[in-house]
């Protein structure tokens, strides 16, 4: 006999006959042995109809009493799914979050679990009931035991952490399409099913705006191992499932509160590749690595940052025995990509820099956490570190220093962000960092914490290589801010992006150029990156506010951005998926305003008239489209 935790989202119990349909399902499931958890959101649009109540009274509602409001949606369908099932003959019982002891912070509207009273629950299940629990919602640890609520894709949240608590054998998460896709199919109709992701693709691709799943609940199935399906309420197909890693030991109080960081990794066999004032037109991109993939050179790092006049900056890197090659390329390509552009600093040139090092940190603790890039950008400042690269995906923070910085640039963030030891060796201070990637999990003495080197899938895949790319997605809610002339020394990105984490801004792709001008006798480079539309004022009003005393130039918004990103953890070692996506995008005369990849994404930013053009030719580059088209159900 199995337990299972099932989530059923608004679409899944918007009706009474949909409620009954619901409880249908669970009876079938339950009258084959398995003990069963269901936790539901509102009916249909109810929290929508609730916010514009809120709305019409006050303009701007206190955060305490629009939980009080909202958590009421789930109460309803609770205790209908409870009554439907009891008419089918089923023992049910249904319980809000404060009832089923799901404890939070004291933070309204976007709380985080901190641990869930299992007890009360484990005596219903022994007694043969169904336990329908409301999600999105808790109660926080304080002594006024406030009503909370977890934020958007809280009832995933809910769902996942309540599986991981009652160590279920699996959780279903119920919803309006047949599983996970290849991207969105209300843009792209002919997307494919996927039988199978793992739960780094899935971050990234959650992250990119999937709605599919929230990360919260994707990075709670992953630091505990937990099987996860997503499947259609209206058929009976497999769905897709989420491979978690092999499960770990690790403590359930503070569930959602776990270390933002769970590796430090490093890699000194990099060398990089900088083409400075090359032409800001479609096809630069693609043909530079187009070339670089017919050598079948693997390229780590790709950078493209923010135009300034008529031309931008591209850099990359590669291993230090592919740098020749990949220099050579680069100065043969060089006079065709540049050919009837000028720039008053002077004609296109490639430069190389051979003594550099690579150093990362990442985890899936830092979705929804603004201050660890800063915190990482501030640990490097204080150790005398300055960056000369910054690239970023929504599981990892990557910056290229100075070769001869690697071992102090390491121990400050170890120490920092409590990592130690090595699943491939211990390093120690004053250890030398050895060519080559090393991966540094979390110390064995932190209790019940370590990170997983492998993956064990759920069930058999149907892909034994997966693709390169498993997924394209596309985000439409972001704005860009360029911060000109940033004086270029250690520190600088540490005090803007603290500024933003102050203000609780998340940010997203940061960029530093490649090219360095002299301002008033002193060497400057731009910094861009996105944020969400919502935060872009606020963050611009910040940084403007700081910029003329940090010595920084003008800010810069841009709010007419796309970001179109590939996902596959099949892409490392696999040359040429970057310059193909490039391909793509020139083929339709689309520009690529900046670039950034880690290991398993890389992502551009288009302008966004082009943003959905952009995702339709990519996800065809690819091969991603099926032979049916989806439909998404009402």
Known sequence: MALIVQKYGGTSVGSVERIQAVAQRVVQIVNAGNSLVVVVSAMGKTTDGLVKLANE??????????????????????????????????????????????????????????????????????????????????????????????????????????????????????????????????????????????????LELASLGAKVLHPRAVEIARNYGMPLVVRSSWTDEPGTWVVSPIPQSRSLEGLELARPVDGVEFDTDQAKVSLLRVPDRPGIAARLFGEIAAQSLDVDLIIQSIHESNTNDIAFTVTKNSLNQAEAVATAILPALSRGVSHPDGDAEVMVETRIAKVAIAGAGMIGRPGVAAQMFATLAAAGVNIGMISTSEVKVSCVIDEADCDRAIAALCQVFDVRESSVGRWEPGTKALAGQQELAPKTSSPGVARPTTLKPSVSSSHPVPPPVRGVALDLNQARLAIRHVPDRPGMAAELFQILARQNISVDMIIQSQRCRVVNGITTRDIAFTVGQLDADLACAALENAASALGCGEIVVDREIAKVSIVGAGMVNHPGIAARMFDSLARQQINIQMIATSEIKVSCVVAKADGVAALQVVHTAFGLSGGETIQVSA
């Open 57 to 202: 009274i006050s303009p701007n509602p206190s955060r305490r009493e629009m939980d009080m409001l909202l958590s009421t949606g789930e109460q309803v369908s609770i205790a209908l799914l409870s009554m439907a099932l009891q008419a089918l003959g089923q023992p049910a019982i249904s319980l809000t979050g404060a009832q089923v002891g799901i404890v939070t912070e004291a933070e309204h509207t976007r709380a985080r679990i901190l641990q869930i009273k299992t007890e009360r629950i484990e005596r219903h299940l022994k007694e043969g009931k169904v336990v329908v629990v409301a999600g999105f919602q808790g109660i926080s640890d304080t002594n006024d035991l406030e009503i909370t609520t977890l934020g958007r894709g809280g009832s995933d949240t809910s769902a996942v952490a309540l599986a991981a608590a009652l160590q279920a054998n699996f959780c279903e998460i119920y919803t309006d399409v047949p599983g996970i896709l290849t991207t969105d199919p209300r843009l792209v109709p002919d997307a494919q099913l996927m039988a199978e992701i793992t739960c780094d693709e899935m």
